[in-house]
């Protein structure tokens, strides 16, 4: 077979979106994904008749002329897409135990005015914090793509502590945790988040805040077939087994240990770095020392995902995800680490069609990867007994932890399913199972943000390990990398413009 232009492994949305870029632009793109599903954490799955999402509840900057939607709209997939816009009065509900109840707002304004509310004192400290969030949300704004830029700088926001900038516009304590009470949003660190993430994730959500009705597969679906509408070709149930070389060159890539080979002048890395570097065969070019540096870098914590399968019309629909905290102190999730003592759940809800009651409500929890680790020699399906109990006992806890905030849930649920971190390490073979990949950590952002180039010359990097992770960080980082071969200000200009 005549050897592709370009080849990518994993069909993420880091994959996908590269895979879209480079062939609406002429080239012959193959994109290999190790899973019969495309999607990566894109994927939905069915169960009992309910459509379940693995990867993604809500993403930002979704108004016409936002960043995500500029993406999507150069991706050829916007219009095809079912969105839910958020409650622009409260797409984020913060909730303490002590009952009391804080809105993040859409739109600067009424963010500000919102919280004003509640802190009427910190009405300056919080126009301040939104004015940082500001400045990075428009290092990738659209009129900086249409500039020919991709990103206009960053650097020094990535050396900054998320914890301390919000310190330091806000001195009321509860504010300041719940201006980062969604800091499971980015595995929030005390001592590592940086406030480029803080800020990415909080502007874009805070600008247009949207979730997908009918599932997440549809973004993975509609970018398979923009890649198949401009001549590409994507595998499923092929693995790559191994990334061959020759000298400073891929030659060619193993599928499914050597039921065949894909040769491509370039390749793409849509997967943990960790990961590609275990595939290279032949190597002589990066060295043992920079394995030592991705094998020494943290990633972050894996999630416990319980999925509440909800009556037919028992929970009416809210168009708002809600934070439980049961700590004071957002950044302190100890508890998590004392099993069934919960600190911290993300509580979102999947409306039906008409957008009247919920079909499913997910529950997300930071789970340190020790409390799986004993079942890290089993695959899906095949872990044993004792972990199903781990885990139906862990869903139970999470599930009683979210009545207390919502009196009346368990009544109204008529099944549950549950995916621990090893599930998440199965199915996107991301190291540990870990949620968000490479923590980006403030104290030395050159070690932990790596790049799109590999010392190996046709070998490149994309995907949520490169900037920041998440639906728009990972559609940046495909531009970034895709840039490496189509160019910087032609690509940005092309999306910018779309
Ligand atoms: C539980 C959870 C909730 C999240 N919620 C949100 C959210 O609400 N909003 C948001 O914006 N972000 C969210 N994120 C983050 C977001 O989903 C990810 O950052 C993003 O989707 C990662 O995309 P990716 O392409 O880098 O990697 P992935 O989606 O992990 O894709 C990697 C792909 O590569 C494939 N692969 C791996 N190795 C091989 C191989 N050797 N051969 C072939 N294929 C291979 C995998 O099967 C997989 O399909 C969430 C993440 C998790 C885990």
């Known amino acids: 077979m005549k050897p592709y232009d370009v080849a990518i492994i994993g069909s993420g949305l880091g994959g996908l979106a590269s895979g879209v870029m480079l062939s609406r632009e002429g080239m012959r793109v193959c994109i290999l994904e190790q899973q019969a599903v495309v999607g990566g954490c894109f994927q939905s799955f069915c169960r009992r008749g309910y459509r379940l999402d693995t990867g993604i509840h809500y993403v930002g900057s979704l108004e016409e002329g936002q960043t995500m939607y500029q993406y999507f709209k150069y991706l050829g997939i916007v219009d095809r897409l079912n969105l839910q816009r958020l409650d622009e009065e409260a797409f984020d509900v913060m909730c303490f135990t002590d009952g009391m109840r804080y809105a993040h707002a859409m739109g600067y304004e009424r963010f ?82 940086s406030f480029y993430e803080h800020a990415m994730i909080n502007h874009s959500n805070i600008e247009g805040a949207h979730c997908f009705v009918g599932g997440t597969q549809q973004v993975a679906d509609a970018l398979v077939e923009e890649i198949r509408r401009h001549g590409g070709d994507v595998y499923t149930r092929a693995t790559v087994t191994s990334i061959h070389l020759e000298g400073d060159r891929v030659t060619y890539l193993e599928i499914n240990g050597g039921e065949e080979r894909i040769e491509a002048k370039e390749v793409i890395a849509a997967i943990h770095p960790l990961r590609m570097l275990e595939l290279l065969e ?16 943290e990633n972050s914590f894996g999630l416990f995902t319980t999925y509440l399968m909800m009556k037919p019309g028992r929970w009416p629909y809210q168009a708002r995800n809600y934070y439980l905290h049961n700590t004071s102190d957002v950044w302190n999730r100890q508890a998590d680490y004392r099993g069934c003592n919960i600190s911290t759940v993300l509580l979102c809800m999947q409306p039906d069609e008409a957008r009247r009651s919920t079909e499913v409500i997910t529950l997300l929890t930071p789970m340190p990867y020790e409390m799986v680790a004993r079942w890290e020699e089993s695959r899906t399906g095949h872990r044993g007994e004792e972990y199903e109990a781990f885990k139906a006992h862990y869903a139970a806890c999470i599930t009683a932890f979210a009545e207390a905030f919502f009196p009346g849930l368990r009544e109204a649920v008529a099944a549950v399913e549950v995916a621990s971190p090893l599930t998440y390490r199965d199915y996107t073979a991301t190291p540990q199972g870990s949620a968000y990949g490479i923590v980006k950590d403030y104290h030395n952002p050159i070690v932990s943000h790596l790049s799109a180039r590999t010392k190996i010359g046709n070998l490149f990097l994309t995907g949520q390990n490169l900037n920041v992770h998440g639906c728009l960080g990972v559609a940046v980082s495909a531009a970034v990398t895709c840039s490496e071969l189509l160019g910087v200000e032609y690509l940005a200009k092309k999306i910018g413009h779309a």
């Not at 949300?137 to 793509?145: H, N």
């Not at 960053?154 to 980062?180: C, F, K, P």
């Not at 032949?282 to 870098?297: D, G, H, Q, W």
Request: aromatic share 6%; glycine share 10%; hydrophobic share 40%.
């Open 112 to 193: 500000v005015n919102r919280l004003s509310e509640a802190f009427p004192h910190e009405r300056a400290g919080l126009q301040d914090y939104c004015r940082k969030l500001q400045q990075v949300g428009g290092l990738i704004k659209p009129d900086v793509l249409r500039s020919g830029v991709l990103s206009s700088g960053g650097m020094e926001y990535m050396g900054l502590s998320a914890r301390q900038e919000i310190a330091d516009s806000i001195r009321d304590e509860r504010l300041r945790n719940v201006l980062a009470g969604n800091n499971l949003l980015y595995s929030g660190l005390a001592k590592k988040s």
């Open 282 to 297: 032949n190597n002589t070019i990066i060295k043992r020392a920079f394995f030592s540096r991705v094998r020494a870098l």
